[in-house]
């Protein structure tokens, strides 16, 4: 693989997106709406011209002379095309699985070819062929290069689907989804594009308020940091998670503030009493801050890798669950990993 620095940008490219609460909400228009799988991988602009590809991504890293790209060189070279731009996401796949970002990184950078060889090349949108800004609609779009790609293994279109009804997009959200751990779906409908991600929940407990806004002078909570509990009681710190827009919600969280025991530039950190349950869409690697609580005052006693919360979002109090181990365990986020990560700290 062949890796340069560039400064061209691709930001202005990347559409913008709805957030869709459940697909049931999705207006299907027979015959226009489209419903593509989405992986967590680069959004990444590829260029075919002269003969050769390149792909540059949002960081101005143009690459070249890698199997997914090569093979979608051979791919327009056979098509008798001199010169297309697309957008696509790179990203790793295992056993007929999409992996995780963080796995997709360390292979694209590897000079190992075997790890290399599991980077694909998923396209999703022709913005031009043979000088040719592309204006038909977005289902001819992806046929058109669904043709170009037949055969490839490497460098093919995201799957997608036309449905005619609602109860086909769910049927292919439970294959891809569900059972193939896509990161979820992207669906256009009616000129609006909208994305959808499975949804998890975990317990935690309220460990800190957050003064990261100028609200807090005026007695409301916009986030607060949780956390979960290790076999022996101590806290591992999870993420800041926001209290959303309800003003009375973050007006009557302020009454958190009578069970503060200490407070630093960026925390109030209050006793840790109140569980709730946190909704998020994904989970991250990171490096986690330990801390003991003596009955008065939270004190560090180290670090240890788990995860971070991708969209965290305050559901609501669980008055039904205490501050324990069992009610609190990090093993209620561990199955969502699926990844080389997490079955190493299980062997650890």
């Known amino acids: 693989m062949q890796e340069s620095k560039v400064d061209n940008r691709i930001d202005h490219l ?20 489209v419903v593509s799988a989405k992986v967590d991988g680069e959004f990444t602009l590829v260029t075919f011209e002269e003969g050769q590809s390149f792909t540059l991504n949002r960081w101005g890293h143009q690459r070249s002379n890698f199997a997914a790209l090569n093979e979608f060189t051979e791919a327009m070279k056979r098509n008798n ?6 957008l696509c996401e ?10 995780k970002l963080p796995q997709f990184l360390h292979y694209i950078k590897s000079r190992d070819l075997s790890l290399i060889e599991k980077v694909h090349l ?15 609609n977005y289902a001819w779009r992806l046929e058109e290069a669904s043709k170009w790609l037949n055969g490839c293994k490497l460098a093919q279109v995201l799957p997608y689907i036309i449905p005619k009804t609602l109860e086909e997009a769910e049927e292919f959200w439970k294959r891809f989804v569900e059972e193939q751990h896509y990161e979820g779906i992207v669906a256009r409908s009616n000129n609006e594009i909208f994305k959808l991600k499975p949804v998890k929940e975990v317990d935690a407990v309220i460990i800190g308020i957050n003064k990261v806004s100028d609200l807090f002078a005026q007695k409301q909570v916009t986030s607060i940091k949780v956390a979960l509990m290790e076999e022996d009681g101590t806290f591992v710190e999870l993420c800041d998670c926001g209290s959303g827009i309800d003003v009375p919600l973050r007006s009557a969280l302020w009454k958190l503030m009578e069970y503060k025991v200490a407070e630093d530039s960026k925390c109030v ?14 989970t991250f690697q990171s490096v986690n801050s330990k801390l003991r609580f003596d009955g008065n005052n939270y004190h560090s006693v180290g670090t240890r890798e788990f995860v971070g919360l991708k969209s965290p979002r305050l559901m609501r109090f ?12 990090l093993e209620q986020i561990a199955y969502f ?8 700290q299980l062997r650890a």
Request: proline share 5%; with cysteine; charged share 35%.
């Open 14 to 33: 990347k559409p913008i997106m709805k957030t869709l609460r459940s697909l049931k909400t999705l207006r299907i228009i027979s015959g226009r709406t």
């Open 81 to 86: 095309l001199k010169k297309v731009e697309a």
């Open 90 to 99: 790179l990203y790793a796949m295992e056993d007929g699985k999409p992996l």
């Open 122 to 136: 998923g396209l999703w949108d022709l913005l031009s062929v043979d000088g040719r800004k592309i204006v038909e």
């Open 269 to 282: 950190f209050i006793k840790p009493m109140f569980v709730c349950q946190i909704e998020y869409t994904d």
């Open 318 to 329: 669980r008055d039904d669950k205490e501050v324990s181990p069992k009610n609190l365990r």
């Open 337 to 344: 990993l699926g990844d080389y990560y997490w079955k190493r």
